[in-house]
């Protein structure tokens, strides 16, 4: 019997590499085999079986191995993973990761949860959303402070600052007289913190 060599139909459709290797006079049998595959999509074929470049016979048969698309990753849970953690797990398995800061009570960075959750499963190469923790910012007290050093000290705490004057306060001018948040308070990070400042210039400074 005469002897040829396989064709490649790698990366066509099964109808497209079924009729190259029917021209090329090889039998292709109707019954495919389906196989995951990170590269090719779903439909397109992988390989043949006997493997393409391999001396088979004149009308031999040839199965197709064609891509079932991407292999399946389960997402584990991240329970007490920090960001970077779960990021570097989730990267190892082929997956791209995103990052959405939410509030919460979990420390700063922690992982709260993921979409797909966990159990579920995605694609090879797909993108997995981590929800991570804003953490909380706890409210230092500024009053008798300078209005320079109460936004230092806010800012620093991860607060943003609303300032509003009072120029009948009995403060000296250009002190924090009050804050609409009190200390100890814990907030979510980026939370605004009024404080009334002195600008009523009559009243003298403290003492040395």
Not at 43 to 56: H, N, Q, R, S, Y
Request: proline fraction near 8%; avoid cysteine; aromatic fraction near 2%.
């Amino acid at each position: 019997m005469d002897r040829t060599t396989a064709g490649g139909p790698a990366g066509r459709g099964v109808e497209t590499a079924t009729r190259a290797l029917e021209a090329d006079g090889f039998t292709v049998d109707t019954n495919t085999e389906q196989r995951p595959d990170n590269k090719l999509k779903a439909g397109l074929v992988i390989e043949t079986d006997p493997p393409a470049g391999k001396e088979i016979d004149e009308k031999s048969t040839i199965k197709l191995i064609v891509s079932s698309g991407p292999e399946k990753v389960t997402i584990p849970s991240f329970d007490g993973f920090s960001y970077d953690e779960a990021k570097k797990d989730l990267e190892g398995k082929g997956l791209k990761v995103k990052k959405s800061e939410r509030d919460s009570a979990l420390p700063k960075g922690s992982v709260i949860n993921s979409d797909p959750q966990a159990g579920q499963t995605a694609d090879f190469g797909s993108t997995v959303t981590l929800l991570v923790s804003k953490g909380q910012s706890t409210v230092p007290n500024v009053v008798g402070l300078t209005k320079e050093e109460a936004t230092s000290k806010l800012v620093d705490a991860g607060l943003k600052v609303s300032v509003v004057e009072d120029p009948a306060s009995t403060s000296p001018a250009n002190q924090v007289a009050a804050q609409d948040k009190p200390e100890g308070q814990v907030v979510s990070p980026g939370t605004t913190v009024t404080i009334t400042v002195s600008t009523n210039e009559a009243v003298p400074p403290p003492g040395p």
